[in-house]
């Protein structure tokens, strides 16, 4: 494989997945074939992440990279899980943070565990029956209120204990070591031998 599509339309995710895929395979945006974006119509992470992948690769007839991942709150028996883009009725990272600061308001702090989730699906082909999924976790709490200005989505509300900061404070350097999605990757690159 030499080149892929990452079949992403979120600015934060494109530019963690670039940084973690390297430079072995030339990486090639989605928006350079298309501005339309697949419903996530599955039930599970699983799903949309192959959806995304399967839709970039017909458009873009190259082997496909999705990433279909989310924030699951304990309190909130996992919610919003594969909803996190479009938990509140604007959709945007500000009133999605919000909703959840809202959802959680008086709840204290250990009942407050969440997991950050990410699915990465690698198609070959658009048809492709097996395709390579690999997932990673990445376990913290929901903050009582927004902190950070780096990362993205609920990166501001996300604490990690480890480090003591929420993971909007973290370097994109070490976010990219510690995150849901760098787990992911690293298992991708271990089966893809990179
Ligand atoms: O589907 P694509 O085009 O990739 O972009 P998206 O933003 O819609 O992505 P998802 O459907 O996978 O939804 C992921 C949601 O989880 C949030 N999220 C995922 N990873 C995150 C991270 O590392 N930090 C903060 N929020 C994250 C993100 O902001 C979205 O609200
Ligand atoms: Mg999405």
Redesign the pocket.
């Known amino acids: 494989m030499k080149e892929l599509v990452l079949?992403?339309?979120?600015a934060?995710?494109l530019r963690?997945l670039q940084a973690l895929l390297g430079n072995s395979i030339k990486i090639r945006s989605i928006s350079e074939f298309s501005s339309v974006?697949p419903e996530?119509t599955g039930l599970t992470f699983i799903e949309?992440a192959i959806l995304?992948a399967r839709h970039a690769s017909q458009i873009s007839g190259l082997p496909a990279l999705?990433?279909?991942?989310?924030?699951t709150v304990d309190y909130l028996q996992g919610a919003p899980g594969i909803h996190?883009?479009r938990?509140s009725a604007s959709g945007g990272?500000a009133g999605?943070n919000r909703k959840l600061l809202e959802a959680l308001q008086g709840v204290p702090e250990a009942q407050r565990g969440a997991q950050?989730v990410?699915v990465l699906a690698l198609l070959q082909h658009a048809n492709d029956p097996l395709p390579i999924i690999c997932e990673g976790h990445w376990q913290g709490r929901i903050l009582l209120a927004p902190q950070g200005m780096n990362?993205?989505?609920?990166?501001p509300l996300?604490y990690v204990a480890e480090q003591r900061c929420s993971?909007a404070e973290l370097s994109n350097e070490l976010?990219n070591q510690l995150?849901?999605?760098a787990q992911a990757m690293q298992r991708l690159k271990q089966q893809l031998a990179l």
């Open positions: 079949a992403s339309h979120n934060g995710k963690e974006e996530e949309n995304k999705a990433d279909d991942s989310g924030l996190s883009a938990y990272d999605n950050f990410c990362g993205f989505g609920y990166d996300f993971s976010k995150s849901h999605r």
